[in-house]
């Protein structure tokens, strides 16, 4: 995990303000806990337009000999709002960062910043929240996705997994919160004693045990994409988890 985000430049995309400002909160603390009144840490809020002289700013700041924690820190929480010009200006310090310094970009999606920045960050992207509720067209597709997850039948997850979901972090992301959503819709209509027939649609013949056991495994799934560890990698073992302890 230190390795991941032990970099001098990261680019945070994906999920919403709040969601990026927490995760960049999350690695900063892994280097120093203290964030409020440390000279050592530099948030740029959001704002409508960042232009060249927040970045001067910030230049500034981490050239300054760090105070405390032998490393300084820089987070923009909205990058995406830097101008044309404050961005080129910006990309002379992410090709040479200054020594026990980190930079740390907050973007809601990787194609509202220059490839030039992008290609000098190491990225973490995250999912999108999921939605609230699924209609009923995604509901039946993401039941029939969830029975096929829990099918005993190891060789054909694997098959189908790797169609819908190792295209990219981003989309094994979102097919695995998708599948949180599901199991958690079956749950709640189970707790709310929902019959099926008026439903419409077939529910998994799973204990809410096993429920709650695969969106245990789902989080910890999506908690290693978004660490950016090895996609191939922690779907197999996810699968296999699935197999192992509920199929």
Request: proline content about 4%; charged content about 30%; overall charge neutral.
């Amino acid at each position: 995990m230190l390795e991941t985000y032990d970099t001098p430049c990261l680019l945070i995309a994906g999920s919403d303000s709040e969601g990026r400002l927490k995760k960049a909160e999350e690695i900063t603390k892994i280097f120093f806990k203290d964030q409020e009144n440390n000279p050592d840490f530099l948030l740029i809020s959001p704002q409508l337009s960042i232009g060249i002289e927040e970045v001067r700013g910030l230049q500034k700041f981490l050239e300054l000999k760090s105070f405390k924690a032998g490393k300084k820190t820089a987070v923009i929480a909205e990058a995406q709002e830097l101008t044309p010009e404050a961005q080129n200006s910006l990309l002379k310090t992410l090709e040479e960062p200054p020594p026990n310094c980190q930079i740390i970009l907050c973007v809601s999606e990787l194609s509202l910043v220059l490839p030039t920045i992008i290609s000098r960050c190491r990225i973490i992207e995250l999912s999108l929240k999921p939605k609230a509720k699924l209609s009923k067209k995604e509901m039946e597709t993401g039941l029939d996705d969830f029975e096929k997850l829990l099918s005993s039948n190891l060789g054909e997850n694997f098959v189908k997994i790797e169609k819908q979901a190792l295209k990219d972090r981003k989309e094994a992301i979102n097919y695995l919160n998708r599948l949180s959503l599901v199991a958690r819709e079956v749950l709640l209509s189970r707790y709310k004693n929902i019959e099926k027939g008026s439903l419409k649609i077939k529910l998994p013949d799973c204990s809410n045990n096993d429920l709650i056991m695969v969106l245990s495994l789902i989080a910890d799934a999506v908690k290693k994409l978004e660490a950016n560890c090895n996609i191939r990698l922690v779907l197999d073992n996810f699968m296999i988890d699935i197999n192992a302890k509920i199929c």
